[in-house]
Structure formats: structure tokens, C-alpha cells
């Protein structure tokens, strides 16, 4: 669950039978049909989806990605946690989750709410209070009637309690358990059952992804629940990876251990970060990484979608929280599709790629660089002059020694990671037929030395 400090599936009943079941029943489809992230799920009986925030919902380049196809499932990340839903005591507000939930009805998308109970956004009056137990467990069961009541039927599914571990698997210490003990956990499913009897009920935590002590901690609380007639659905495993720390122990197995429980199990809030600057082998390891998890998800027949934690660099919460990390989502700072990151998750649900695939190898290329200096900063035209092999989409690579900085660029997709600029094509200038140019150019700010970059990739292949 992604810090504070970085504010940002029942199906909708207005929606139809069928939009339910092709979300939760096991229905493949010739995967030659499907192409983007969501339309491979569906051909698999699952979804895929997208975390969003309210900020982002005016950035018009990114919601013509949020609402395509390419998702089919809508987490709001903070407009419907107890800060943003009940911020004065009894006086309640939707604004933030209504737009999520409107968006997401207007796109055909289903909509996992998120979160009713958490130690974390919690109001000042909630805080301060010194509750005894009755008292706390009529205010919780009180915010969850007004707030999961007032979604009824607009969600698919609840998280309805966040985070309840420490990682070694014992209990968190906060308001709730301190107040209430265990049993604040049974009072808020039954509530939200209560209050939305057809939405599914998840606990959701993060670092339970593989079997270790926070997760059995995990399955002893989902085991004990489901014997004392709980009402549980699901459980949502958050899925915040780190290439540095190695990927999670046996996770297909300890997914398919919930399953055998009788609950569903969801990829709730991947994204998988690195210590930056990129470079190519830190993002096969990513890109792997993601691959695991969908094959992990796609083994356990109960593992019913994946949702990544926003789709792009530009809204993750990855920097804000973990200093020197990032790059951690399929898209990057620019929307632009990350070809091995998109690809290798594409790839995992049956596709071929989708659009994401790296483009076919230049042979032969030619790249000629120029700077007009003006001492704080420059302008960098670079020339580039395609091979024996026409080509269909092209990325230039290069690398500079200094402190040169990105301002702006232009005939291309521009971004820097550290030293390392990469470039895309336009829609208008990925076409190269044999022996063709085009230039792309930029601005950069720097201090010290502007020694000009050495070397040059097109696609991979290293151009004189």
C-alpha cells in the first residue's frame, strides 16, 4: 500500500450478467483476438487494471490510456480512504471516489474499492480520540455502512482491511488493534457485507506475495475467518516488488494455498521498482519479474486479474517514497509503452507483444550529433541515417558523461534516466526506408563540463 507521503471487481450491477462473469468465470477466447493487457486477460477469464488518483484524471494524454483497452479493472488510490470519505465525524464525502467510479462506468470498467479500514489516512478526530472499544467499533462499523452502502453496487470488490501485519506476522499495532484487538477485523467484514451484500471482501497486504511469516500469518487469519463463518472473499496480495531483493519464494504456490481456502486471490498493487539509472540488465530482470507474476496469477485457476499501481512513471509513487528508485511501471514519465516491460507482460498473456515489442534490429546506422552552446545549456540535433534494412518504429540510445539535463525535446518521445537519454519516434518519422534520415532535437541545462556523447544505439545496434 503506497505511503501517504505520495497521495494519490460483484461487477457494477448496472453493468450486465455477462460483464460479471467474463470477469470471474474461466472462459479463454482464441488469445488471436486480444491484443492489449486487459483483452489477453479477459481470454484467459481474468482482468487487468489500473490504480488512478484524482489529479491525474485531467491529464487528457493519460486518461485516453486509462480508459482503453488495454485496462479493464480502476483502483482509486486515496479518494476513498477514511481521510477523503469521512474527514470531520459523521460527515461524509464522495466527490473524489464518485469520479473514479464515474470514469470508470463510462469506459466500461469495473471498479475495486479501496480501502475501508486502514492504520494510515486516518482523520485527526479519529486519531486524538481516546475511543473505548464500544465506541471505536460503532464508529467503524459506521463508516463502512455510509461508505461501502453508498457505493453499493458501483464496485466490484473491497479492500476491506489494509495491512493488518507487521512482516514478521504478528499484528500491527495501531488504533484498531490496540483498541479492539483481533476482532476489529471480523466487525468490519460483517459490516461491509451488511452494507453491500454483493460486492467481494478482500484483506490486502503487501509482502505475502511469496510463503514466508507474514503470509502464513496471512492464511492462519483467512483459515480462522472462513471457520468462524466470516464473510470473506478474497485476498489481495499487493505485489510491490524490488529487482534488489529477489523475487518472492514459490509465489504461484502459496497463491494456489489461499485458493485452496475458498477465497479468490488478486494481484492488487504490482509494480515492480529498481535503484536507478536503468540499464539493459536491471530491466530484463524487471521485465521478468512482471512475467513471473502473470504466470503466477494465470497458474491458479482463483487468481481472478492483476492491477498495476498507476500504469505509468510519470504518477507513480515509487520516487516520492524510495529515494534513487523508480522505473517501475509498463509505461514511462512520457505514456509511452516501455517495449520489454509492456512486451514481456503482453507475452505472459498470450499475446504476441501487443505493440510493445521491441523494434526490429538497424543494421548499418549512422548517427551525427551537434551541440549550439550557449553556456548554461545547448540544443542537441542529432542526425539519424537508417541502414541497408528498412525499419518500422526506431529508439535511439546514448549516454552523456556529465551533468547535462533534459528541458525539453521535439521530433520524438525524449527522456533521461541519470547520464542515459533515450529517444522514440514520432507518429510521423518511425518509417525508414534504407539509407533514410531524420533528426530529432532537444535542450539541455548543465554546469561544468558538455563533452558530447560517443555512442550511439538504434534499436539496439550500435550506429557509427
Same mark, same amino acid.
Given at each position: 500500500?503506497?505511503?501517504?507521503?505520495?497521495?494519490?471487481?460483484?461487477?457494477?450491477?448496472?453493468? #450486465?450478467?455477462?460483464?460479471?462473469?467474463?470477469?470471474?468465470?474461466? !472462459? +479463454?477466447?482464441?488469445?488471436?483476438? $486480444?491484443? &492489449?493487457?486487459?483483452?489477453? $486477460?479477459?481470454?484467459?477469464?481474468? %482482468?487487468?487494471?489500473?490504480? &488512478?488518483?484524482?489529479?491525474?484524471?485531467?491529464? =487528457?494524454? %493519460?486518461?485516453?490510456? /486509462?480508459?482503453?483497452?488495454?485496462?479493464?479493472?480502476?483502483?482509486?488510490?486515496?479518494?476513498?480512504?477514511?481521510?477523503?470519505?469521512?474527514? #470531520?465525524?459523521?460527515?461524509? #464525502?464522495? $466527490?473524489?471516489?464518485?469520479?473514479?467510479?464515474?470514469?470508470?462506468?463510462?469506459?466500461?470498467?469495473? !471498479?475495486?474499492?479501496?480501502?475501508?479500514?486502514?492504520?494510515?489516512?486516518?482523520?485527526?478526530?479519529? &486519531?486524538?480520540?481516546?475511543?473505548? $472499544?464500544?465506541?471505536?467499533?460503532?464508529?467503524?462499523?459506521?463508516?463502512?455502512?455510509?461508505?461501502? @452502502?453508498?457505493?453499493?453496487?458501483?464496485?466490484?470488490?473491497?479492500?476491506?482491511?489494509?495491512?493488518?501485519?507487521?512482516?514478521? @506476522?504478528?499484528?500491527?499495532?495501531?488504533?484498531?488493534?490496540?483498541?479492539?484487538?483481533?476482532?476489529?477485523?471480523?466487525?468490519?467484514?460483517?459490516?461491509?457485507?451488511?452494507?453491500?451484500?454483493?460486492?467481494? /471482501?478482500?484483506?490486502?497486504?503487501?509482502?505475502?506475495?511469496? /510463503?514466508?511469516?507474514?503470509?502464513?500469518?496471512?492464511?492462519?487469519?483467512?483459515?480462522?475467518?472462513?471457520?468462524?463463518?466470516?464473510?470473506? *472473499?478474497?485476498?489481495?496480495?499487493?505485489?510491490?516488488?524490488?529487482?534488489?531483493?529477489?523475487?518472492?519464494?514459490?509465489?504461484?504456490?502459496?497463491?494456489?494455498?489461499?485458493?485452496?481456502?475458498?477465497?479468490?486471490?488478486?494481484?492488487?498493487?504490482?509494480?515492480?521498482?529498481?535503484?536507478?539509472?536503468?540499464?539493459?540488465?536491471?530491466?530484463?530482470?524487471?521485465?521478468?519479474?512482471?512475467?513471473?507474476?502473470?504466470?503466477?496469477?494465470?497458474?491458479?485457476?482463483?487468481? !481472478?486479474?492483476? &492491477?498495476?499501481? *498507476?500504469?505509468? *512513471?510519470?504518477?507513480?509513487?515509487?520516487?516520492?517514497?524510495?529515494? @534513487?528508485?523508480? #522505473?517501475? /511501471?509498463?509505461?514511462?514519465?512520457?505514456?509511452?509503452?516501455?517495449?520489454?516491460?509492456?512486451?514481456?507482460?503482453?507475452?505472459?498473456?498470450?499475446?504476441?507483444?501487443?505493440?510493445?515489442?521491441?523494434?526490429?534490429?538497424?543494421?548499418?546506422?549512422?548517427?551525427?550529433?551537434?551541440?549550439?552552446?550557449?553556456?548554461?545549456?545547448?540544443?542537441?540535433?542529432?542526425?539519424? =541515417?537508417?541502414?541497408?534494412?528498412?525499419?518500422?518504429?526506431?529508439?535511439?540510445?546514448?549516454?552523456?558523461?556529465?551533468?547535462?539535463?533534459?528541458?525539453?525535446?521535439?521530433?520524438?518521445?525524449?527522456?533521461?534516466?541519470?547520464?542515459? +537519454?533515450?529517444?522514440?519516434?514520432?507518429?510521423?518519422?518511425?518509417?525508414?526506408?534504407?539509407?533514410?534520415?531524420?533528426?530529432?532535437?532537444?535542450?539541455?541545462?548543465?554546469?561544468?563540463?558538455?563533452?558530447?556523447?560517443?555512442?550511439?544505439?538504434?534499436?539496439?545496434?550500435?550506429?557509427?
Amino acid at each position: 500500500m503506497p505511503s501517504p507521503l505520495r497521495p494519490r471487481l460483484a461487477a457494477v450491477l448496472a453493468l #450486465s450478467l455477462g460483464a460479471l462473469l467474463a470477469v470471474t468465470a474461466l !472462459v +479463454v477466447r482464441p488469445a488471436s483476438a $486480444a491484443s &492489449t493487457l486487459n483483452q489477453l $486477460a479477459k481470454a484467459q477469464g481474468r %482482468y487487468f487494471g489500473s490504480a &488512478t488518483d484524482n489529479p491525474e484524471l485531467s491529464d =487528457t494524454a %493519460y486518461t485516453a490510456i /486509462l480508459g482503453s483497452d488495454e485496462f479493464g479493472a480502476i483502483t482509486p488510490g486515496n479518494s476513498m480512504k477514511w481521510d477523503a470519505t469521512e474527514p #470531520s465525524q459523521g460527515q461524509f #464525502s464522495y $466527490a473524489g471516489g464518485d469520479a473514479v467510479v464515474n470514469f470508470a462506468k463510462a469506459h466500461n470498467q469495473i !471498479v475495486r474499492g479501496h480501502t475501508l479500514l486502514w492504520h494510515n489516512q486516518l482523520p485527526g478526530w479519529l &486519531t486524538s480520540g481516546n475511543w473505548t $472499544a464500544a465506541q471505536l467499533t460503532s464508529i467503524l462499523q459506521n463508516h463502512i455502512a455510509n461508505v461501502a @452502502g453508498h457505493y453499493k453496487g458501483q464496485v466490484y470488490s473491497w479492500d476491506v482491511v489494509n495491512e493488518p501485519f507487521n512482516d514478521d @506476522g504478528t499484528y500491527r499495532s495501531d488504533l484498531w488493534y490496540n483498541t479492539l484487538g483481533t476482532d476489529y477485523i471480523a466487525t468490519a467484514l460483517k459490516a461491509a457485507r451488511a452494507a453491500d451484500p454483493n460486492a467481494k /471482501l478482500y484483506i490486502n497486504d503487501y509482502n505475502i506475495d511469496g /510463503l514466508g511469516a507474514k503470509s502464513d500469518a496471512m492464511y492462519n487469519l483467512v483459515k480462522s475467518l472462513k471457520a468462524q463463518g466470516v464473510p470473506i *472473499d478474497g485476498v489481495g496480495f499487493q505485489g510491490h516488488l524490488a529487482i534488489q531483493y529477489g523475487f518472492p519464494t514459490n509465489m504461484a504456490q502459496n497463491l494456489q494455498r489461499f485458493a485452496d481456502l475458498g477465497v479468490d486471490v488478486a494481484i492488487t498493487e504490482l509494480d515492480v521498482r529498481m535503484v536507478l539509472p536503468t540499464d539493459a540488465t536491471k530491466v530484463a530482470t524487471q521485465a521478468q519479474y512482471y512475467t513471473n507474476v502473470v504466470k503466477a496469477c494465470l497458474a491458479v485457476s482463483r487468481c !481472478v486479474g492483476i &492491477t498495476i499501481w *498507476d500504469y505509468t *512513471d510519470k504518477y507513480s509513487w515509487i520516487p516520492g517514497v524510495f529515494s @534513487g528508485q523508480g #522505473s517501475a /511501471l509498463p509505461w514511462d514519465e512520457n505514456l509511452a509503452k516501455k517495449p520489454d516491460v509492456y512486451g514481456a507482460i503482453n507475452t505472459a498473456l498470450g499475446g504476441s507483444g501487443g505493440g510493445g515489442t521491441t523494434p526490429p534490429p538497424a543494421t548499418g546506422c549512422k548517427v551525427a550529433y551537434s551541440a549550439n552552446d550557449w553556456g548554461s545549456g545547448f540544443t542537441a540535433t542529432i542526425t539519424i =541515417t537508417n541502414g541497408s534494412s528498412a525499419i518500422n518504429g526506431w529508439t535511439l540510445k546514448y549516454s552523456y558523461a556529465g551533468n547535462q539535463t533534459l528541458s525539453q525535446g521535439w521530433s520524438g518521445t525524449w527522456s533521461q534516466s541519470g547520464k542515459d +537519454v533515450t529517444v522514440t519516434n514520432a507518429s510521423w518519422n518511425g518509417t525508414l526506408a534504407a539509407g533514410a534520415s531524420t533528426s530529432v532535437g532537444a535542450n539541455f541545462t548543465y554546469t561544468g563540463a558538455n563533452t558530447a556523447p560517443t555512442a550511439f544505439t538504434v534499436n539496439g545496434t550500435t550506429c557509427t
